[in-house]
């Protein structure tokens, strides 16, 4: 116990220290969540491009309550202080090694600080994260992907980001939810597709973790087929491998983390990534209870006929409330 007080204190004075530069905003700063002993699960979340730690505050904090410590890093370049324009592009990194090295050093963190580290991000922090896993598949037990960054959304989108050295300013970068940097320039996000379409590919043969994919149909960011592709990939590779599309309804975008950013259905989007926290079923098993519920059997008694209540979380049940009942009956059928 005395190590990990060791540990947890260095971290916090490590963090500190490292944003002693002028940070952009509070909401900038690492988010840190633990718990004074070590933990089951231990979460190590990446934000999004130009944003900050303030996207998984919400659901850090809800796994902070659930017994679970939550490490939310600061990315290198980002939340920094400053009047950055088209002329003065902030300051965010063009290799991508230095991410990979930044993602590493948190992921020996994490480790001394529980049992099982789950690693998770969103859009860029998605490639992020599942690189993490495809590298060190031996120190993570699963990934968290929302919205993971592995395509734009047309080709003509990606034509510019691979070739065109613009600066670009989000639309929606007078959104009060919005903390990160208005804009960018576009070889700061190029790495992050070269390395999207690396993951596409080893996907398909390297992938030794599950991970949960997770985004919206209204998202205007990503390329939906080619996620779906993905999706389907990791779940043949690694059958323990789920993914979940929230229907157009719910209109919810692609900073889908916080209700801040636009997400009115934010605790609905954390109770389905608990749903995968917290089960130990394959893709299959998910569909099977799905299917049996749509024969007219509840929640409980189609996991208790099917011998896995002692490895599904109840909140699956809303996960099957809101998912597409027509892929359920292809996938169980299939």
Known sequence: MSDYSTTTAALIEQAKSIEQIS?????????????????????????????????????????????YNVLVPLQPGHGVAGNWNRDNPPPLPTEREIYQDFALSWLEVAQNLGQQVIVGGLSTGGNLAVTLALEHPQEIDKALLFAPYISGNNAIVNLIVEVLPIYYEWLNKDNPGNFGYDGFSMPALRLFLDMGQEITERVKKDLA??????????????????????????????????????????EIPHTMMTKAEGNKYQDLLITVA???????????????????????????????????????????SVMLAVMDKKMIIDAYKG
């Not at 149909?217 to 993914?243: C, P, R, T, V």
Request: hydrophobic share 40%.
């Open 209 to 250: 973790v599950p991970v949960f994919i997770i985004y919206s149909e209204s998202d205007q960011s990503i390329n939906h087929h080619e996620l779906l592709k993905f999706s389907a990939s990791a779940i043949q590779i690694q059958a323990k491998s789920w993914y979940h599309s929230f229907d157009k309804i719910f």
């Open 274 to 316: 608990k749903a995968y926290i917290e089960s130990d079923i394959t893709w299959t098993e998910v569909m099977e209870i799905g299917y049996q519920i749509l024969q007219g059997k509840t929640f409980d008694t189609a996991v208790k006929e099917l011998n896995l209540s002692e490895r599904v979380s109840p909140d699956l």
């Open 23 to 67: 940070i952009r905003n509070e909401a900038c700063r690492s988010k840190i969540f633990l718990h004074p002993h070590p933990t089951a699960k231990v979460f190590l979340f990446f934000h999004g491009f130009t944003a900050g730690p303030y996207q998984f505050e919400p659901i850090g904090q809800k796994l902070f309550d659930a017994g």
